[in-house]
């Protein structure tokens, strides 16, 4: 087979001899159809930009099984159907229906699998024998001493830290004076208002009247009659529960009726610490059963001293609390 090959501006016939693999050519009529390599040529120049590139913006699924494929040129196209049609049924799978332990032979536990097609199989595991037993826990003693201001902790009786004191806080700002509220109250009608420093803070209602009493039984009054025959006075009193009646006889005459008077007064307040002096209605003279009972006006500490009353003169007196009883020899 002849063909012609132009090069350089010259034709050239060209003998073609057709293969159907390089492997049927020898090496060296290989070599000789290459011929030899040339030397490197010159690099040559970049040639022009291309046209820009036209991008895919999205491919959509269409429900038929075709695909839109927009461009980024704002153009877009639809392929053919990509989904092929379902296939057919596969075989029905064989699934783990159940895994239970079947047997045991000292550490070794034998498992069986049933499948869902009815086959089994089975497996062991081996387990572990039994740990030593580890030893005995310890609850530590925890305790603590102070020495000054700083605390010892100890850990079985080692120690093992210490805490300082902290330093004293500065002392706190005075607080405000109290004050003691003054609480009154005031009625008007049926209402009581009650306040605290002059401020109302409360008001109280009067409770409702309650209802009226039954009336209670008629009253009698009792009639007292008094008669005398003799020594003997006789005194009736009748109410309604009948008549009550009491006898009273005379009493015996008595002494002269200044004896058991008691008489009162106050010490002058000219009088000393031992001579005291006073001024009482009704003595006019000393006599036996006289008794006086003074208030005393004046500091002393003497164990004894002279009372002189109404200026009748001195007489030595004693003292009992606030009680003086004067002497008459």
Request: no cysteine; hydrophobic share 25%.
């Amino acid at each position: 087979m002849s063909i012609q090959v132009t090069i350089d501006g010259l034709d050239y016939d060209v003998d073609v001899t057709m293969i159907d693999s390089p492997s049927d050519i020898d090496p060296e009529t290989y070599m000789a159809l290459r011929g030899l390599q040339g030397d490197k040529g010159d690099t040559g120049s970049d040639g022009s930009d291309g046209a820009d590139g036209v991008g895919i913006t999205s491919i959509t699924q269409n429900l038929d099984g075709t695909l839109t494929i927009s461009l980024d040129d704002g153009t877009s196209y639809d392929t053919d159907p990509v989904k092929g049609e379902k296939g057919d049924t596969g075989d029905t799978g064989n699934g783990i229906a159940s895994v239970v332990k079947t047997a045991t032979s000292g550490l070794v536990d034998t498992y069986t699998i049933t499948y869902t097609d009815g086959t089994t199989a089975t497996f062991d595991i081996t387990n572990g024998k039994d740990g030593q037993d580890g030893q005995d826990g310890h609850s530590p003693s925890v305790t603590a001493s102070k020495v000054g201001d700083t605390t010892t902790i100890y850990v079985d009786g080692t120690a093992i830290g210490t805490i300082d004191d902290g330093v004293d806080g500065q002392n706190g700002q005075n607080g405000q004076d109290g004050h003691s509220p003054v609480v009154t109250a005031s009625k008007s009608g049926k209402v009581t208002t009650v306040y605290v420093d002059g401020s109302s803070i409360a008001t109280i209602n009067d409770g409702n009247d309650g209802e009226r009493g039954t009336d209670g039984d008629d009253g009698f009054s009792p009639v007292a009659t008094v008669s005398k025959s003799g020594d003997t006075a006789t005194i009736s009193i009748t109410d309604k529960n009948g008549t009550t009646t009491a006898t009273v006889t005379d009493g015996v005459d008595g002494d002269d009726a200044k004896q058991g008077m008691l008489f009162f007064g106050q010490v002058d307040s000219t009088s000393t610490s031992t001579e005291f002096t006073a001024q009482i209605d009704g003595i006019t003279e000393y006599y036996d059963g006289l008794t006086i009972m003074l208030k005393n006006g004046v500091v002393t500490s003497a164990s004894g001293f002279t009372l002189n009353i109404n200026g009748l003169g001195a007489k030595h007196a004693y003292s009992n609390m606030s009680a003086a009883t004067a002497e008459t020899n």
